[in-house]
């Protein structure tokens, strides 16, 4: 069974510009996470979907940060206008619902912002 | 915020010994996971327990839970050099929030 794939894995950009980060999640699993982990810290949850619908999006930083998952399988995490701060690995992970809530992680893209 | 911490901060033991990570754990909970995650890698699932469980083994890793202190602790026995990594815990099922992990080292 593949796991969740994550791409790209590096990125490096320049303050105020954009990136996007693109998540496969584990066939059949309803339910997607992005997560942010700055250096030295946990995973901090970000967003969350069942299918294709927002759970909750309230841990967004701004209104800099947006995710989709318009057919309930892949999801993209965009950031425009980066700062140094967003500078962090991005985490994607997938759940089954129905079963008992281990969330399987990808390896993450690790962004720097200069 | 930090509903699960884990203590300390950061251990060191040589391959072969023994060592315990400890979570203290603020709200009630359904139940607690414990992940690990490696350099490079995403965290990965070591042990899930449940409230009314007290005890679960997987393998050379045995979890304990102790509602009445809000406590959890993951004890590994014969470490090896694979073993080193960030432990977390996690309350909870499906959304999972994290602490800023236990960073163990195991050396030769």
């Known amino acids: 069974e593949a796991g969740v794939t994550q791409s790209p894995r590096y990125a490096v950009l320049q303050e105020g510009q954009a990136v996007s980060f693109w998540c496969d999640p584990i066939?059949?699993?309803?339910?997607l996470y992005w997560y942010q982990q700055p250096r030295d810290q946990g995973p901090q949850l970000l967003v969350y979907?069942?299918?294709?619908?927002?759970?909750?999006n309230s841990q967004l930083p701004s209104d800099r940060f947006s995710a989709v998952r318009p057919k309930g399988t892949n999801s993209t995490l965009k950031i425009q206008s980066a700062k140094q701060g967003d500078t962090a690995t991005y985490l994607c992970?997938?759940?089954?619902?129905?079963?008992?809530?281990?969330?399987?992680f990808g390896e993450g893209s690790k962004l720097t912002v200069l | 915020s930090q509903l699960a911490e884990e203590n300390p901060w950061a251990l060191s033991v040589h391959e072969g010994e023994s060592v315990t990570v400890n979570c203290s754990y603020k709200t009630s909970i359904t139940a607690l996971q414990w992940y690990r995650q490696k350099s490079g890698e995403g965290p990965a699932q070591l042990i899930l327990?449940?409230?009314?469980?007290r005890e679960k083994r997987n393998g050379r890793l045995r979890a304990t839970l102790d509602t009445s202190s809000q406590s959890s602790s993951l004890s590994i026995t014969a470490t090896r050099c694979e073993d080193t990594a960030v432990y977390f815990c996690a309350r909870n099922y499906n959304v999972l929030y994290f602490g800023s992990g236990t960073k163990l080292t195991v050396e030769p």
């Open positions: 992970a997938s759940s089954l619902t129905a079963n008992t809530g281990q969330l399987y």
């Open positions: 066939s059949g699993h309803d339910t």
């Open positions: 979907f069942r299918d294709e619908a927002v759970i909750d």
């Open positions: 327990i449940r409230s009314n469980e």
